[in-house]
């Protein structure tokens, strides 16, 4: 009497490893030539554009620092909010 257990096993793991290959060459089949991304424009807001809170959590850092952060610079740079 066979053992269907072993073969089994074989036999799905034959097929996941031939699924992973086929999937792995879709996506070489994919990436040869990727189309280029356009961006759309933006549409005009009246009033300008919305204003947003940020939260940044500190353990007592300068305001410097935190202004660094939240507009995304980094804290040696020439660049400097105005008021």
């Known amino acids: 009497m066979p053992d269907?257990?072993?073969?089994?096993?074989?036999?799905?793991?034959?097929?996941?490893?031939?699924?992973?290959i086929l999937i792995h060459f879709m996506g070489l089949f994919v990436n040869v030539s990727p189309s280029p991304a356009g961006f759309?424009?933006?549409?005009?807001?009246?009033?300008?554009?919305?204003?947003?809170?940020i939260l940044i959590p500190t353990y007592d850092e300068d305001v410097e620092v935190c202004l660094c952060d939240g507009?995304?610079?980094?804290?040696?740079?020439?660049?400097?909010m105005k008021n």
């Open 4 to 20: 269907f257990g072993i073969s089994s096993f074989l036999l799905l793991l034959y097929l996941a490893e031939t699924y992973g």
């Open 40 to 53: 759309l424009p933006c549409p005009a807001i009246r009033g300008g554009l919305p204003t947003v809170d």
């Open 71 to 80: 507009l995304g610079l980094h804290p040696t740079s020439t660049t400097r």
